[in-house]
């Protein structure tokens, strides 16, 4: 609608400033120097529109509409809103909202953006969030067990609350009925072509021999898919459509196929033979439960497409739909497929592995969920492609999670570091005594200095080093003064850490001892980084993921 604003009062300027007649290229250069992000492909036909409606127009009433506008002509983008753009039917026809993922795996970061948009435009609006679970392919997407507990924890953890939740497969008696329907309007066919001569016709714009077959026969030959007397791969469901379409791919496409040995954990799915595809399905299930505004990423545009033939034939209107951009995401994998298939080979540990984009890695990792809120409402649904960068993500969370939390001394491969002539100190809650003192230190900071260097040991003294080994060293007190060389970190004891890496890989350290730790929280290791305490074993020892810097 804003695109459509400015093409019309940039029209109107210019058809008053050349005899009735707007220039399309001028407009066109109006609307993309005011709104940066728009694609041109997609507001190209609201610009033309818009031209075309102020060239039919008589000049008095362009001169009118011109008066309207004079003064407010200045080139300059509009004030940048907070939060979500406005919806200027959602008053009128109230907004309900669908989160509707295929449960083949937990959802990640790209798909944690359709379901926080949904929630927080249901909640704008008050209206309805809807979890419905996209469960019908029991053959190449198999749903994992468990899936509603695993997506409610997420989603409640993003703070995204449901207030209904539907199975796609505990609705297939629902999708028969309608597909008995569409056969019985002559909307829909029974294929039984080998798929290659049938993708061949259709690529041709020629209908295969099986759209032709009477009502009757289609409906005898569906029952028998719905028996499993056809078998997988001899037969599917297909929708009447535009045969003549630009998009082949919407030339009657499949409403239903044969799955002979389906693998599913619905037990209520039990016995069933033919399943429906997700633009079927979805497409049942938008209208029947009220849906007014589906949000979901722009390769659904096809989908769209499609289901808007099946929405004709039964004379439904479609939902409002937003259609925004792919999300990619630095340093983590974010395809569901690619995961399974990297957990199933050993590859990954499991769906919270800390090189994963899940949900459950995110977590597991120490981030907040207001960070990954807070970064999907910025890119918000625009429709150009996104990268979040994870210097960005980090940032949030670092103000989200800094001021709460423990900062801890941290000694990565430590030896110990004997200390002679060392006089009496106290260092924050240590009492370092008189005469021999004992620290443990990193060991790199004693491999890269030189017999009878002198360095600083943090916040107590300087010493100078007198002997090193592989496990030990010696150096000696020579005062507290000011020098110019590293401050090298220290503990007097420490317990063990063992970090895992976001590449998976581990380090392990010494930290302080007398701090209590407590399984979840974040603490910040000096010269690490901001981790999640994972566990504290029954020895002590602690295990913890690394978050980011």
Known sequence: MEIEKTAYRYAIKNAFLHGGKADIAAVIGKVVALHKDVELRKAL????????????????????????????????????????????????????????????????????????????YARKYGGKFLLRFDDTDPKVKKPIQNAKVIFLEDLEWLGCSVDEIYFASDRLETYYAFMRKVIEDEKAYVCTCEVEKWRSLTRQKKACPCRKKKPEKQMQLFEKMLSNELKEGNAVLRLKTDLNHADPSVRDWWIAKIVDKPEHPNTNAAGKHVWPSYNFASAIDDHEFGVTLIIRGQEHEQNQTRQEFLYNYFGWKYPHSIHFGRVSFEGAVLSTSMIKEGIEKGLFTGWDDPRLGTIRAFRRRGFKP?????????????TADTTIEFNKLADINRELVQDKTARLEFIVDPIRLGVNYAPEKEVGEVLLSQGQQSFLVPKKEIEKRLEREVFTLKMAYNVRLTEKHDLDAQAEFVGEGKIDKAIVAWLVDGITVEVLMPDASTVFGLTESSYGFKDGEIVYFERLGFCRIEKVTERGSIKAVFAHK
């Open 45 to 120: 036909p609201s610009i033309q529109a818009m031209v075309k409606k102020v060239n039919s127009m008589p000049l008095d009433e362009i001169a009118e509409e011109y008066k309207k506008f004079e003064g407010s002509y200045e080139l300059k983008p509009p004030e940048k809103k907070e939060g979500l753009p406005d919806l200027e039917w959602a008053e009128k026809e109230g907004v309900i909202t669908r989160f509707a993922p295929n449960p083949n795996g937990p959802f990640h970061l790209g798909s944690a953006r359709a379901a926080i948009l949904s929630h927080e």
């Open 370 to 382: 207001e960070a990954i809120k807070q970064i999907i409402m910025e890119i918000g649904p625009k």
